[in-house]
């Protein structure tokens, strides 16, 4: 009666009877214990589930596997990785599911590092990952920015016949798309044989985060033509789409679909993204009217993208309009200063720069360090502005030297404007040559097979002296540089960059 109850998720009826069975001094056996431990874990209630843990010991039933899995998942559940793992290694039979769970409760708990290693150990026992366990891993992946370790688990579903499964192929196109690798994503999602709401979301944002935004619009009306009912997610992906692309005409489409649509409620998410499209585009009276008749109060993110649009047309009036509310409802968001700062330096206010300064350091805000890092098989390389401790340091600076000499040759001239005055990002204090990006750029020329993409990820948006920098780059190594910034991807491709010097 109890695990009828936990198998129709009735979960208060199914705890209410296992009282009464208590009270009623009948003994408990181990699918008992089993079943109630599990609908703890569903509920997360840590407190009784060792309350029962220790009924458990008491009785012995916690050599039982059913028993112990089911412990593993309820401190899995409830966010004690290590509580788990003490049960998972005392327990006598370690099978798929007490595995899956310890993947999993590593992966929650933002682990991942742990996560994978368990992954291989359970691979390593011979004990064959399910659906369940590869999702896991794929996200701990994900999580890890590990595109070459996806890859290998990747190839494992297909050996296992498991890459068709709905579950795998989500966590596959996410891992892809988060690694700016969408030619892999999409040939994942045109191989599903079954998609569910999650895929099609999955792809669309891929697509529009990664700038194939024309490509995003199409899949969601192929969505659309499928009879798929699109959510919230589905349109802030196309409208992201819109933004990247500038796609005016076709972002207030959409926006209207939505609004029109009674099953989907209109979230901030969805106003950023159309005050994004509406400032880009240069409709900046428009952009602050919608805000201002937005039925829901804006956060600070809503005016930060108007200003960030404001950076974009250097339009000084709107972005002291825009950086005062931001600091009305956010006093300690350094991007409003840095956006405005280098706002005040395209525009040679050189003035206004040096005083924006002075007011974050008055008002103690501190800016976010800059950090670039690349991901290649096992180990991650992290880099700051300037950075000297990479073993490698010597290569590092002696390719950056060789790349300023052919820099030169083909015409570049360092955008003096980011060098002095740009507080975007990174310390000015360092010669604009050696910013985060360059530095794990370089080393990822040296790292990886000539030929090969090389992918960067960056915690700030991309600076534009490097974003120019890069674009030549690729065309003077000959190879692709994919670089996620803090808002977006930028495909470098033979001189050019995929967001189209808009971003
Ligand atoms: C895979 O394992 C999980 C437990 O970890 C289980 O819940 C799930 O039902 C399993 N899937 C299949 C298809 O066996
Ligand atoms: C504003 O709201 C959006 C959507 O809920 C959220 O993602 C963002 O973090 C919020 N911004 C701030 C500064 O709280
Ligand atoms: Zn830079
Ligand atoms: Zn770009």
Redesign the pocket.
Known sequence: MISGYERNGENDMALSLFRRMWVSNIKPTSSTFACVVTVCAKISDLGLGSQLHGHVVRTGYNFDTYVSTSLVTLYADCKQVEESMKVFYESADRN??S???IV?GYGVNGRHEDALHEFSKMVSFGIRP????FTSALNSCCGLEALERGKKIHARTIKQGLDFDVFVGNSLIVLYSRCGDMNDGLKVFSLMGLRNIVSWNTIVVGCAQNGYGLLAIRIFDDMMASFVEPDSITFVGVLTACSHCRLLEKGRHFFQMLRENPAIDVKLEHYVCMVDILGRSGNFEEAEEFIRSMPIKPNATVWLALLSACRLHSNIEVAQMAAQEITNLDPYNSGAYVLLSNIYASCGRWNDVSQTRVMMRCRGIVKIPGSSWIVLKESRHEFVCGDRSHPMTSEIYGKLDWLGGKLKEYGYVCDKNFALHDVDDEQKEYALTYHSEKLAIAFGLIATVDGNTVRVFKNLRVCGDCHSAIKLISKIVGREIVVRDSTRFHHFRDGFCSCGDWW
């Not at 399910?130 to 366990?133: D, E, G, I, K, V």
């Open positions: 798929v599911v595995w899956t769970a999993t399910n659906q369940s366990t």
